[in-house]
T-cell receptor
């Protein structure tokens, strides 16, 4: 059973460009979470999605950031008009959301560098 | 709102010595608690989790943690560390809701465990 897949692993963008980060959850998991990790910091929750639905986006910046998890294909985190402050590691996690358990399985991350 | 405090940003320990990484949390509801390990340039791997039941939880790689509700703590311990344990360790908390888990995990800032030969 393959783990959570993220691509690309490294992404370099110039200021003003768009960044698209992809996440394929573990087989059988229909719940996806995105987190951002700034240097020397812990992970900060951004958004929680199920297939075709955004359940909780309380951690998403109000502008330039969006996420989707279509019926077919991976979840996408999209950052428009990137700025230097967007440079970070972005982690995706998936979960089967079993009753009584909120364990999340993490991918290897996408490291975004904005020049 | 939840919060997690990891009191030590860095813990140096000699190889084969015991170690304790401290974690305190605050929450207005019952919680699930997790410890994750992150090796350089990698994702997070679950070490152990507390959901309910016994307050002493055993995890992988010889780690264990004890949930103390009165002190709102979930400290991580290992009786004898190895060089390969050098990594970043994150404590995380999630609200407990009947019928299923909640939303995102709230993480501490991490503790860098440095094993010295």
């Amino acid at each position: 059973n393959a783990g959570v897949m993220q691509n690309p692993r490294h992404l370099v963008r110039r200021r003003g460009q768009e960044a698209r980060l992809r996440c394929s959850p573990m087989k059988g998991h229909s719940h996806v979470y995105w987190y951002r990790q700034l240097p020397e910091e812990g992970l900060k929750f951004m958004v929680y999605l199920q297939k075709e639905n955004i359940i909780d986006e309380s951690g998403m910046p109000k502008e330039r950031f969006s996420a989707e998890f279509p019926k077919e294909g991976p979840s996408i985190l999209r950052i428009q008009q990137v700025v230097r402050g967007d440079s970070a590691a972005y982690f995706c996690a998936s979960s089967p959301r079993l009753a009584g358990d909120n364990e999340q399985f993490f991918g290897p991350g996408t490291r975004l560098t904005v020049l | 709102a939840q919060s997690v405090t990891q009191l030590d940003s860095q813990v140096p320990v000699f190889e084969e010595a015991p170690v304790e990484l401290r974690c305190n949390y605050s929450s207005s509801v019952s919680v699930y608690l997790f410890w994750y390990v992150q090796y350089p340039n990698q994702g997070l791997q679950l070490l152990l989790k507390y959901l309910s039941g016994s307050t002493l939880v055993k995890g992988i790689n010889g780690f264990e943690a004890e949930f103390n509700k009165s002190q709102t703590s979930f400290h991580l311990r290992k009786p004898s560390v190895h060089i390969s344990d050098t990594a970043e360790y994150f404590c995380a908390v999630s609200d407990y809701l009947s019928g299923g888990g909640a939303d995102g995990l709230t993480f501490g800032k991490g503790t860098h465990l440095i094993i010295q030969p």
